[in-house]
């Protein structure tokens, strides 16, 4: 597509529910990339897939996060039992290149409200 | 650890005033460096970057220059416009990572 496409765009979840949150990226874009961005704050990494590797998981939060990526095109991200910190928006970014000092594009991203 | 450091907003400005927003960074090494903007309800969009030392990035009137000796990478626009408003983040790249650092973001309003 012509750009990074996440659904939904807004999701109210109970605690204790479990979410997935998707991620398509744009054809052909071998890293994926998820982020975090807590309200008034700039986005935290999350995690990073190279094709269907995931190769850095290490800004995942807790073990109720969990991302996958299997055929290296679309990913989602599951978060088990949701707690009222997990509130934030989550970013997915793609690139076709393999270093983030060449920037990537950002999807719009998905709002996680937990109540 | 890298950290990026923006100065607070929100900045309110009138349109067709100087914009400057500083941001100052921290790292082992020389990374990249960037300037993303988010519009209400968009998602956030590469603005300009410079990859070494005393590259200028630009774009759309904006530019910010890489300073290692002050380890500095300010925004600049010399005339803004209403639609200039958005939040604007500062974030770094290492040269061999993968992933991105960014600063809290500085809140932009310009008034007609």
């Known amino acids: 597509g012509a750009g990074v496409s996440q659904s939904p765009r807004y999701k109210v979840a109970k605690r204790g529910q479990d979410v997935a949150l998707r991620c398509d990226p744009i054809?052909?874009?071998?890293?994926l990339f998820w982020y975090q961005q807590a309200l008034g704050q700039g986005p935290e990494f999350l995690t990073y897939?190279?094709?269907?590797?995931?190769?850095?998981k290490s800004g995942l939060p807790s073990d109720r996060f969990f991302a996958e990526r299997p055929e290296g095109s679309v990913s989602t991200l599951k978060i088990q039992r949701t707690q009222q910190e997990d509130s934030a928006v989550y970013l997915c970014?793609?690139?076709?290149?393999?270093?983030?000092?060449?920037?990537?594009?950002f999807g719009s991203g998905t709002r996680l409200t937990v109540v | 650890g890298n950290s990026v450091t923006q100065m607070e907003g929100p900045v309110t400005l009138s349109e067709e005033a100087f914009l400057t927003i500083n941001c100052t960074y921290t790292?082992?090494?020389?990374?990249?460096l960037f300037w993303y903007v988010q519009y209400p309800g968009e998602g956030l969009q590469l603005l300009l970057k410079?990859?070494?030392?005393?590259d200028k990035g630009s774009n759309k009137g904006f530019e910010a220059t890489y300073r290692k000796e002050t380890t500095s990478f300010h925004l600049e626009k010399g005339s803004v416009q209403v639609s200039d408003s958005a939040v604007y983040f500062c974030?770094?790249?290492?040269?061999?990572?993968?992933?991105?650092?960014f600063g809290a973001g500085t809140i932009l309003r310009v008034k007609s």
């Open positions: 790292a082992t090494g020389y990374p990249s």
């Open positions: 970014a793609s690139s076709q290149l393999l270093r983030a000092n060449y920037g990537y594009t």
């Open positions: 974030a770094l790249a290492m040269e061999y990572g993968n992933k991105l650092v």
């Open positions: 897939f190279q094709n269907e590797a995931q190769l850095d």
């Open positions: 054809s052909g874009h071998v890293s």
């Open positions: 410079a990859t070494k030392a005393d």
